[in-house]
């Protein structure tokens, strides 16, 4: 089957550094995307890892592990605007984006 | 704002009922994507045209079709609708015939069954 685990939920205190990790198991990989969510809100695009190693734009930084079916997200100098949920998403190998069920992040003052 | 449009953003009906929700995506792009978010939950994608031809599907249900005119636009119909049906519906597009992994997603339409 396919499966993508991310935490449900992250608390983080502004100004500083959060990690979000997202393992998956899918049937084929072709890269792994991440989407930012607000509360009623539609899905935007963040970044996308097709190898292994860290993507970076602006405060936000993505990594991937192949081997290890392993990627994270790094949010960093967190905003108050921050406050979302973050999808992982793994393009399989029939071209289907398959999410994962998100986590919540909260970040206070 | 993604460029891409939905209509209605509220719908609500009662079981049973038959419903058309309609997407226009974003100038020049020829791929529609459809997803399903039921409450707290991520986005289960349900079917994928590029340029007219139904691409793939996901889990959708019998009850459920879709197609996309020579306008590129598409429409999701859903038959018989059932509670377990209230959710947000989002369309997507991108300009690639799948491979492209960047999506943009409209504004969605929030299904509400009773």
């Known amino acids: 089957g396919q499966s993508l685990e991310q935490p449900s939920e992250v608390t983080a205190v502004e100004g500083a550094i959060v990690q979000m990790n997202c393992t998956y198991q899918?049937?084929?990989?072709?890269?792994l995307s991440w989407y930012q969510q607000h509360d009623g809100g539609a899905p935007t695009f963040l970044s996308y890892?097709?190898?292994?190693g860290l993507e970076e734009t602006g405060r936000f930084s993505s990594f991937l592990s192949r081997s290890d079916s392993y990627g994270y997200l790094l949010l960093q100098e967190l905003q108050m605007k921050d406050s979302a949920s973050y999808f992982c998403?793994?393009?399989?190998?029939?071209?289907?984006?398959?999410f994962g069920s998100g986590t919540r992040l909260l970040v206070r003052p | 704002d993604s460029g891409v449009t939905q209509t209605p953003k509220h719908l609500i009906t009662a079981t049973g009922q038959r419903v058309t929700l309609r997407c226009s995506p974003r100038?020049?792009?020829?791929?529609v994507y459809w997803y399903q978010q039921s409450l707290d939950q991520g986005l289960q994608f349900l079917i994928h045209?590029?340029?007219?031809?139904?691409?793939a599907k996901g889990n959708i249900l019998e009850r459920f079709s879709a197609q996309q005119f020579p306008d590129l636009h598409s429409e999701l119909n859903l038959s018989s609708l059932e509670l377990g049906d209230s959710a947000l519906y989002f369309c997507?597009?991108?300009?690639?015939?799948?491979?492209?992994?960047?999506?943009?997603f409209g504004p969605g339409t929030r299904l509400t069954v009773t």
């Open positions: 899918t049937s084929g990989f072709y890269g």
């Open positions: 890892n097709a190898l292994d």
């Open positions: 100038s020049g792009d020829l791929s």
């Open positions: 045209y590029y340029n007219g031809e139904e691409r």
């Open positions: 997507a597009s991108n300009v690639g015939d799948g491979t492209n992994y960047e999506q943009y």
């Open positions: 998403a793994v393009m399989d190998s029939s071209y289907k984006l398959i």
